[in-house]
């Protein structure tokens, strides 16, 4: 099991940019898929992005493509999620996720370890 950590979280106005990151505890972090999920109160938890273990390979939702964009530094065991054009519907709390095996990346029960979230709130 591989720990991971969130930060960059807060509140930022319509149109505004933050960017994510995750810090992994494992020096494998290289061997995992990696990925962020976000959930809003009431709604059930949802694919946002993907990445590889090279980071060669990005996934993104309909909702976020063109405006999000996932990356990872293997040397860092970090993952990050630039989102920009933010837009109120992208309020939730966002998870990182990682996977070290097979499973369909845009699927939650595929990913065994999870960060504990952290809030980002757009306002109008």
């Known amino acids: 099991q591989v720990q991971l950590v969130e930060s960059g979280g807060g509140l930022v106005q319509a149109g505004g940019s933050l960017r994510l990151s995750c810090a992994a505890s494992e020096r494998t972090f290289s061997i995992y898929t990696m990925a962020w999920f976000r959930q809003a109160p009431g709604k059930e938890r949802e694919f946002v992005a993907a990445i590889s273990r090279s980071g060669y390979t990005t996934y993104y939702a309909d909702s976020v493509k063109g405006r999000f964009t996932i990356s990872r530094d293997n040397a860092k065991n970090t993952v990050y999620l630039q989102m920009n054009s933010l837009k109120p519907e992208d309020t939730a709390v966002y998870y990182c996720?990682?996977?070290?095996?097979?499973?369909?990346?845009?699927?939650?029960?595929?990913?065994?370890?999870w960060g504990q979230g952290t809030q980002v709130t757009v306002s109008s």
């Open positions: 996720a990682g996977k070290s095996v097979a499973g369909d990346y845009y699927n939650s029960r595929s990913y065994n370890n």
